[in-house]
């Protein structure tokens, strides 16, 4: 991944941030807008196989958006939440949603590691698809046993300015 800043006071201007040799937490994303398994081919790679896709092969379909879940208050400034986590579960299986997550239920949540839970990650035609996608998948998210975030996630992507793409995260 590199990643640049591009100027809008000066066409054509663009600015280096960085660059990682590494797939990025976000490739969820880009694996459901374009349907390539980024770690399947990362594997390939590694394996000796060569890169058979080219730039041509890749189209782009719908919106996708990846809201993070973490055990952490937000009113109480977004502390983190620790303890067991009773429970965690995502809605009934459904289309165009994936759940990524690294703890199971009856796992304990410590202050000595990030508190992130689960990445929630949907896809819609567009951008207010996904968002309602988001919505339903959020709500339908069962997580006991520590505070989490999705409240305030929810309230998020219900906000106008969000919605419309008038502010960003």
Known sequence: TVE?????????????MEMNTRLQVEHPV???VTGVDLVEWQVRIADGEHLTLTQEDVHLDGH????????????RGFLPSTGRLVHLRAGAAAEHVRLDSGVESGDRVSMHYDPMLAKLIVHGVDRDAA????????????????????????????????KNVELDT
């Not at 640049?4 to 663009?14: I, M, Y």
């Open 4 to 16: 640049f800043l591009v100027s809008d006071r000066e066409p054509g201007t663009f600015y280096f």
């Open 131 to 162: 968002l309602a996608t988001l919505n339903r998948a959020l709500a339908a998210l069962d997580v006991q046993g520590v505070v989490t975030n999705r409240a305030f996630l929810q309230r998020l992507a219900n906000h106008p300015g969000f």
């Open 30 to 32: 880009t694996e459901m």
């Open 64 to 75: 996708a958006v990846e809201a993070r879940v973490y055990a952490e208050d937000p009113q």
